[in-house]
């Protein structure tokens, strides 16, 4: 059973309620709600039937990245798709944005919910996010599917300082975003167009109003503090990932790329981390490829997760 604690309903704006564009029939499948983990409140959308399965987003984005998946995964699976700390509806606190705090946070989340272990689908910072989880709390996490970027932190060397044009364009908001302050006096007023800038570097196939709704979403100084968190707090992620990369994963791990964006290099860099991965590079598709394909995203997810799915669940007693 949820705990009273979370069953508070929000609403407007970074909420189901306040969605644009849901697929049809989505509020009958899902809820908005604020759960409490540990010492945060994190706001996370849930519905479906079955063994839980746990979605982090990526930045700049929140839970409404996975909308176009959601419902078909509803049909097998208790889809519970969580705005990150710093991010969407959930809290954002001054610290804890490295990826070992953020992963208790999910751990917490889970606890919460009442399961003892669940799968994992990660993208961008979720996908870092979600391989602390995994390394972290090994035995919370059955199976994990990490998408979009070429290996966590501290896991792979870093992108040398001057990179090519289009590389460029894609990757200068990784130093960009570090810097403490000046970020959110530079962006203030200016997010539409940051943001825009963001998401056409690295797809080309995000509607104008999807852009407005994350921008919107980031319109206001905490929101804009919260979204560099993850970035600020590099350090200490890529010494920690140092110390991961020694216990390699044993789960099973799905490694998806985008063809148009860091295709086979997320396979190659979750080798280096785990033992048994399975990679998949989706034709067409840039960075936000739950976005970008969601049909192809969705067949991969369906066929990893089969086993999964067919295996009992367990709950936290």
Known sequence: MIAPSSQLTPEGPGSVSGAPNLPAGFTDTFTSRYIAAGKLRLHAVIGGEGPPLLLVHGWPESWYAWRRLMPA????FEV?????RGMGLSDKPQGGYDTGTQAADLAALMDTLGHERCAVVGHDTGFAISYALAADHPDRVARLALAEIPGSPGTVTAPPLFLPGPLNDRLWHLGFNRIEGLNEQLVAGR???FFRWEFDAAAKKLSD???????GMLSNPDSLRGSFGWYRALDATIAQDGQRKTRRLSIPVLAIGGEKSFGDHVGGAVKAVAD????????GAGHFVAEEAPDEMLAALTAFLAPYREAPATRKP
């Not at 995964?73 to 097998?76: G, M, S, V």
């Not at 519970?80 to 990150?84: E, R, T």
């Open 80 to 84: 519970i798709a969580v705005d990150q």
């Open 276 to 283: 048994d991965v399975q990679s998949v590079v989706i034709a």
């Open 209 to 215: 109003d999807e852009i407005r709704y994350y921008a």
């Open 191 to 193: 997010e539409e167009a």
């Open 73 to 76: 995964l509803a049909r097998d």
